[in-house]
């Protein structure tokens, strides 16, 4: 009744004082924006965690494997990731101990860039490990995984500590960590723990990247994209930024990861070149996908299924790498304008290079077939095996 009494006085008072300014009005202010926790249960009922009202999510939700991973606000990557499945037989009759080493060793989705530093068994049965990830551009971030089981249900958290303790996301973690609930009578049919290599942060990532210098100076970073999605990406900018030891950027490159789109549970590959004496300046880099991007619409791309090709590759006399093949259009429509990609990988499984050609056919009729060559003549290490890609336009 205040605040009611209160305004009435003020509209009295406008026009009392005989303002030619037309009547005053009072807006409500609004209301600030709700960011207290909510509680968050993944649709499989598999466990359940508080966590803060406006962080992005990602799910996954088959009949054997139940994931989700949380952003904050503006953050380029997740910085909670849950997941959890139902044991199978051969899995659940294994020590958990043994369990947690399989997982450390072999199951990890981020394994080949994770160090384990530390591990402590907690009050409550489960099991905390400190660690060290590496990342694109020499970047390591600390993760904390915390591992624990309900009957025949395992639940895994991986957690990106921030740089500083006590701020907003510290906290926000620790009350999600500690609001964790797993539900072992969740209705997930059982798999064996290898499962768990399959939980993905994201519907796109970026994978097997490698940064490298050519004899003259030039320097590369190249890669692949995974689609893991359920849609077609098309025209997805991958844009690299060169950092220089006082952590300013030195150089910029943009660039469409190739191919017309990357189909769901497809990879495309793509390659960023800077110019002469770029490198030697940098002291890492980044890596940004898709930032400012919409997803366009779908332009259709044939490829296998509608294509089929032979293909194989030597050096030349310059120790170039030439790839040389045979497409077919295997298909019952005409495929225009047919590019094929080469992604060229390491011992390692890294793509040291990467490279397409929009073939000299503008066209394939049904039955016909076109010859192609890819010559690669810059890659970063010595090359172990490649991939030929082919698509086209209907």
């Known amino acids: 009744m205040r605040k009611l009494i209160l305004l009435l006085a003020l509209l009295?008072?406008?026009?009392?004082?005989?303002?030619?300014?037309?009547?005053?009005?009072?807006?409500?202010?609004?209301?600030p924006a709700d960011v207290s926790p909510a509680r968050y249960t993944h649709p499989s009922?598999?466990?359940?965690?508080?966590?803060?009202?406006?962080?992005?999510?990602?799910?996954?939700?088959?009949?054997?494997?139940?994931?989700?991973?949380?952003?904050?606000?503006?953050?380029?990557?997740?910085?909670l990731t849950v997941s959890a499945l139902r044991l199978d037989a051969a899995s659940a009759a294994?020590?958990?101990?043994?369990?947690?080493?399989?997982?450390?060793?072999?199951?990890?989705?981020?394994?080949?860039?994770?160090?384990e530093e530390a591990r402590e068994a907690m009050g409550d049965g489960s099991?905390?490990?400190?660690?060290?990830?590496?990342?694109?551009?020499?970047?390591?971030?600390?993760?904390?995984?915390?591992?624990?089981?309900?009957?025949?249900?395992?639940?895994v958290i991986e957690v990106l500590l921030p740089e500083s303790a006590g701020d907003a996301p510290w906290?926000?973690?620790?009350?999600?960590?500690?609001?964790?609930?797993?539900?072992?009578?969740?209705?997930?049919?059982?798999?064996?723990?290898?499962?768990?290599?399959?939980?993905?942060?994201?519907?796109?990532?970026?994978?097997?990247?490698?940064?490298?210098?050519?004899?003259?100076?030039a320097f590369y970073i190249t890669g692949e994209v995974a689609n893991y999605g359920t849609i077609p990406a098309a025209g997805l900018p991958i844009e690299a930024v060169l950092i220089g030891a006082d952590g300013a950027q030195v150089a910029g490159a943009v660039d469409t990861v190739m191919g017309y789109s990357i189909p769901p549970g497809g990879f495309a590959p793509f390659s960023l070149r800077f110019g002469e004496g770029l490198a030697g300046r940098a002291a890492g880099y980044a890596l940004t996908l898709g930032k400012d991007w919409q997803p366009a619409s779908d332009p259709g791309a044939l490829g296998q299924g509608a294509l089929t090709w032979t293909d194989q590759a030597e050096f030349?006399?310059?120790?170039r790498l030439v790839i040389r093949g045979r497409i077919t259009n295997t298909g019952?429509?005409?495929?225009?304008?047919?590019?094929?990609m080469a992604t060229v990988f390491d011992s390692a499984e890294n793509v040291i290079s990467a490279a397409w050609i929009d073939l000299p056919a503008a066209q394939i009729v049904p039955g016909a077939a076109v010859d192609f060559e890819i010559v690669i003549g810059e890659y970063g290490g010595a090359p172990e095996n490649y991939i030929i890609t082919v698509q086209g336009l209907p």
């Open 45 to 79: 009922g598999a466990f359940s965690l508080s966590v803060p009202r406006r962080w992005a999510r990602f799910e996954q939700n088959t009949t054997t494997l139940a994931s989700v991973s949380f952003s904050p606000p503006g953050a380029d990557q997740p910085a």
């Open 127 to 155: 099991w905390r490990f400190t660690g060290l990830r590496s990342g694109p551009g020499g970047a390591t971030l600390a993760v904390n995984t915390f591992v624990e089981r309900a009957g025949e249900v395992i639940g």
């Open 94 to 115: 294994q020590d958990f101990a043994a369990l947690l080493d399989l997982y450390q060793t072999q199951i990890r989705p981020d394994t080949g860039n994770y160090k």
């Open 12 to 31: 009295v008072s406008g026009g009392v004082g005989g303002c030619s300014g037309g009547a005053v009005v009072f807006a409500p202010t609004p209301a």
């Open 332 to 340: 019952t429509s005409v495929v225009r304008q047919p590019r094929a």
């Open 171 to 217: 906290n926000d973690l620790q009350n999600a960590i500690n609001t964790f609930e797993l539900n072992g009578e969740a209705a997930l049919d059982s798999a064996p723990l290898t499962t768990l290599t399959f939980t993905k942060e994201a519907d796109l990532a970026i994978l097997h990247v490698a940064a490298w210098s050519t004899p003259g100076g």
């Open 316 to 319: 030349d006399a310059l120790n």
